[in-house]
């Protein structure tokens, strides 16, 4: 049995071409409509897998091409009965309503786990002769979400902090999460240790080594720059390597950003009640006292401007993080400091949320060290007299 599903983001296609090629179907991918239509013609599937939203080039420029045009094709142009199965993150009702007047058999919401797309697709065109064995268990776990994530993780030594089984795991049950790690000229064992995690999930995870030691602004800038050039990522972001915000926290901001009109969303460490925000005591006295500055200096209310999770629009992170930081540690309120001078104050404050960590846990072994601490506030300074 023959299966095409097209879809824009080749992080997802992936991962429904591995699934059901275990399981026994013959798949092709195609990641545009147009492609998907040629495709049609020649590969005869037994059942078309469609995403509905498929941004197209027109000339220099994106638009908005949805998976309706393949719908038609088939049905109207063709007038086959192939069956077509959706799955997409557009849940406007119209357009299913639309999708299934035109012939459409069945309708997922993303996210959705590959069982379930799985499950749907032996209903439509029944399970492969030959089925091959594969780990429900895996299938139950592994989610399909409604927009595909580009996040950098910044590494500099990291050879004994890098919980590489918690990134694993991540990237396995997390399909629309593309993981960047940035070696920033480490001069131990990181390099090795992050192509092997590299190894265990290609797809999922990729390295963008920094000969030279540049400082964390630099390597995330380079991170992000890299992948805002990839356009099947619809938000890129950034996370420390030692995991002192936890997974899903990180999630719960990414879950913000997609139901909401906010182009940043930042956590926060401000303690409240029902989180676990641990900080060393020393360390809690001077970033209040950071903080308090930056404030001052931004002009805006924001509290915790340099908590390591941010997730951002990608357009925004191009603009943002096109020119280099000024500073090596405090590039995260020049991003605020940024957003301000090229939006305004009013506006900026109306695109950035900050949004409370459920948990955050000081790791040992921090690159920051209390001198460096201390330079901080002449670094504010520079910031301040920089950006006006």
């Given at each position: 049995?023959?299966?095409?599903?097209?879809?824009?983001?080749?992080?997802?296609?992936?991962?429904?071409?591995?699934?059901?090629?275990?399981?026994?179907?013959?798949?092709?991918?195609?990641?545009?409509?147009?492609?998907?239509?040629?495709?049609?013609?020649?590969?005869?599937?037994?059942?078309?897998?469609l995403?509905?939203?498929?941004?197209?080039?027109?000339?220099?420029?994106?638009?908005?091409?949805?998976?309706?045009?393949?719908?038609?094709?088939?049905?109207?142009?063709?007038?086959?009965?192939?069956?077509?199965?959706?799955?997409?993150?557009?849940?406007?009702?119209?357009v299913?309503?639309?999708?299934?007047?035109?012939?459409?058999?069945?309708?997922?919401?993303?996210?959705?786990?590959?069982?379930?797309?799985?499950?749907?697709?032996?209903?439509?065109?029944?399970?492969?002769?030959?089925?091959?064995?594969?780990?429900?268990?895996?299938?139950?776990?592994?989610?399909?979400?409604?927009?595909?994530?580009?996040?950098?993780?910044?590494?500099?030594?990291?050879?004994?902090?890098?919980?590489?089984?918690?990134?694993?795991n991540?990237?396995h049950?997390?399909?629309?999460?593309?993981?960047?790690?940035?070696?920033?000229?480490?001069?131990?064992?990181?390099?090795?240790?992050?192509?092997?995690?590299?190894?265990?999930?290609?797809?999922?995870?990729?390295?963008?080594?920094?000969?030279?030691?540049?400082?964390?602004?630099?390597?995330?800038?380079?991170?992000?720059?890299?992948?805002?050039?990839?356009?099947?990522?619809?938000?890129?972001?950034?996370?420390d390597?030692?995991?002192?915000?936890?997974?899903?926290?990180?999630?719960?901001?990414?879950?913000?950003?997609?139901?909401?009109?906010?182009?940043?969303?930042?956590?926060?460490?401000?303690?409240?009640?029902?989180?676990?925000?641990?900080?060393?005591?020393?360390?809690?006295?001077?970033?209040?006292?950071?903080?308090?500055?930056?404030?001052?200096?931004?002009?805006?209310?924001?509290?915790?401007?340099q908590?390591?999770?941010?997730?951002?629009?990608?357009?925004?992170?191009?603009?943002?993080?096109?020119?280099?930081?000024?500073?090596?540690?405090l590039?995260?309120?020049?991003?605020?400091?940024?957003?301000?001078?090229?939006?305004?104050?009013?506006?900026?404050?109306?695109?950035?949320?900050e949004?409370?960590?459920?948990?955050?846990?000081?790791?040992?072994?921090?690159?920051?060290s209390?001198?460096?601490?201390?330079?901080?506030?002449g670094?504010?300074?520079?910031?301040?007299?920089?950006?006006g």
């Amino acid at each position: 049995m023959k299966i095409l599903a097209i879809d824009d983001q080749q992080l997802i296609l992936l991962s429904v071409q591995k699934r059901l090629t275990e399981i026994g179907y013959e798949v092709k991918t195609a990641n545009s409509t147009q492609e998907g239509i040629m495709l049609y013609n020649d590969f005869k599937p037994d059942l078309v897998l469609l995403d509905m939203n498929m941004p197209e080039m027109s000339g220099r420029n994106l638009v908005q091409c949805t998976g309706t045009e393949v719908v038609k094709y088939i049905r109207l142009f063709m007038k086959h009965d192939t069956p077509i199965l959706v799955m997409s993150g557009n849940t406007d009702e119209s357009v299913i309503l639309e999708s299934f007047s035109l012939g459409i058999n069945d309708y997922m919401k993303k996210p959705v786990s590959l069982d379930e797309m799985t499950a749907r697709i032996k209903r439509i065109i029944g399970a492969p002769k030959e089925q091959k064995r594969a780990s429900l268990k895996d299938a139950q776990e592994q989610l399909i979400q409604k927009h595909c994530v580009g996040v950098v993780i910044p590494c500099y030594n990291e050879e004994e902090r890098l919980s590489t089984a918690e990134f694993k795991n991540f990237a396995h049950k997390n399909l629309g999460y593309h993981l960047c790690f940035v070696n920033d000229g480490s001069t131990d064992n990181t390099l090795e240790v992050l192509q092997e995690l590299r190894t265990a999930y290609p797809d999922h995870i990729s390295v963008f080594n920094c000969k030279k030691n540049g400082g964390k602004a630099e390597a995330v800038r380079q991170g992000i720059q890299h992948l805002v050039k990839d356009p099947q990522f619809d938000y890129v972001g950034f996370l420390d390597a030692d995991l002192s915000t936890d997974f899903r926290d990180f999630d719960d901001l990414v879950k913000t950003i997609e139901t909401s009109d906010f182009k940043i969303v930042s956590g926060s460490r401000i303690a409240r009640m029902g989180a676990d925000i641990t900080k060393e005591s020393a360390r809690r006295f001077i970033s209040t006292t950071i903080n308090l500055i930056i404030q001052t200096i931004l002009g805006m209310p924001f509290k915790d401007t340099q908590c390591g999770a941010k997730i951002m629009d990608r357009d925004i992170a191009s603009r943002m993080f096109k020119e280099k930081f000024i500073t090596k540690w405090l590039f995260d309120v020049e991003i605020f400091m940024r957003m301000k001078k090229f939006y305004g104050r009013s506006y900026a404050q109306e695109l950035i949320c900050e949004q409370p960590l459920k948990r955050w846990i000081h790791a040992d072994g921090s690159k920051l060290s209390m001198k460096d601490s201390v330079k901080i506030v002449g670094q504010l300074a520079k910031i301040s007299f920089h950006y006006g």
